[in-house]
């Protein structure tokens, strides 16, 4: 049967000169000077010229002609060297086939000089995505995560998926969608955080998600989503923190590898990658009060980084040449309530940070049941929600760590890529829930 599709726009070759071929693609561009028409057909891999002569087949050209931008259809025709068209070959149509008519206007050019706003180009995302500057930037998301299966498969850790509809908060914070879940009320997972550590008093002791985490944050910023996606790990019979480190260290840099080999989306995009070099450096939480005391910003001891202060570190690790770093021994009242102490006032809790965004956070987790609801107490914690978590810490936990890695960040950090937005498909925000 003859496919729709026989042949990508870049995947013709010379040998394909001189015969009949099957093209299908969306019509980007058409030139009508009357007697002759230039068509161009774009598909996944590019575009290519479909040449029309009124002469040749009138009934060919009328129908490309009068067809909308946008429109898909199927040439079939002879295929031929030519060294005016962009690809250095040409289609002479045949037969032409409409499979799917665009309405017009556009609601969103596809190859416009102009820049549309970020909000038109989300209203319109399936057109937005036709663009080459921005599909590339899926080609690479696609790529890193694969490279991320790839990474953790290898060092041993198997692929599980954990609820969305839980029972209690993950995090222990107030940013949960609260779903009504016949007679109960329940919440989306805001990470897979209490299911993966109650793994690892299974025996499963390497595991990783890709998951999907629903914030009900209020704030709408350039690095927030309220479905945002991130590769959660989670570890047992560790020593410390710094062997979790290590994963996240050796799993970022076969991401940052994979994206530096997708050389025609990078092309798309301008934009060059080098892979940074292992180890990362570790800036302990108080030397990064210190350095940051020496551009005159003071951050009171104990609370998180803002913003703010997060990127003015970023500027100085930047002049130590230095863009992957962790802040480690973080202050014990900064961090999540499973965040293992050390000490009275520190944790095992970190988190990696590049060029002054956070790309993820981690820690070696407490296993002792007794300190684990002493500290769900001590943050204000209603433990009744937490029972059947603490049940899988009363028959058996060992030692474990580990760390959520959010996708977004990594591919704004990656790309250059200013708003978070533009790292999802369909992205949602405070005011945003469609498409
Ligand atoms: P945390 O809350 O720091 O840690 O989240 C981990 C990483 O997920 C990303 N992230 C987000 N990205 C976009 N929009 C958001 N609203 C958003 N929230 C989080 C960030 C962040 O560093 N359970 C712990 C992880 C762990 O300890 O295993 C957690 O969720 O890149």
Known sequence: MDQIRSHYSTDVTSDQFGKIISVAGWVEDIRNLGSLAFIILRDKKGTLQVTGLKKVNASAFETLVSTPRESVVRVKGLCQKSDKARNGYEVLPEEVSILSSAETPLPLGIVDKVESELETRLDNRFIDLRKSEVQAIFTIRSAVLGAAHQTLRSLGFSEVHTPKIIGSSSEGGTDVFRVRYFEKDAYLAQSPQLYKQMLMATGMDKVYEIAWYFRAEQHNTRRHLNESTAVDVEMAFINS???????????????????????????????????????????????????????????????????????????????????????????????????????????????????????????????????????????????????????????????????????????????????????????????????
């Open 241 to 435: 923190e710094e062997e979790v480190m290590q994963v996240l260290e050796t799993l970022v840099k076969g991401m940052w590898e994979a994206a530096s080999k997708q050389t025609e989306a990078l092309k798309i995009l301008g934009k060059d990658i080098n892979v940074p070099s292992l180890p990362f450096r570790r800036v302990p939480y108080d030397e990064a009060l210190r350095l940051l005391e020496k551009r005159d910003i003071h951050v009171e001891w104990g609370n998180d980084l803002g913003t703010e202060e997060e990127r003015i570190l970023g500027e100085i690790m930047k002049e130590e040449q230095c863009d992957f770093y962790f802040i480690t021994r973080y202050p014990l009242q900064a961090k999540p309530f499973y965040t293992m102490p050390e000490g009275e006032k520190y944790s095992r809790g970190f988190d990696l940070e590049c060029k002054g965004i956070e790309l993820a956070s981690g820690s070696q987790r407490i296993h002792q049941v007794d300190l684990l609801e002493s500290r769900i107490k001590e943050c204000g914690l209603n433990i009744d929600e937490f029972s059947s978590y603490l049940k899988g810490f009363r028959y058996g936990m060992p030692p474990h760590g580990g760390f959520g890695f959010g996708i977004e960040r990594f591919m704004m950090e990656l790309l250059d890529i200013n708003n978070i937005r533009e790292c999802i498909l369909f992205p949602r925000d405070r005011t945003r829930v469609s498409p």
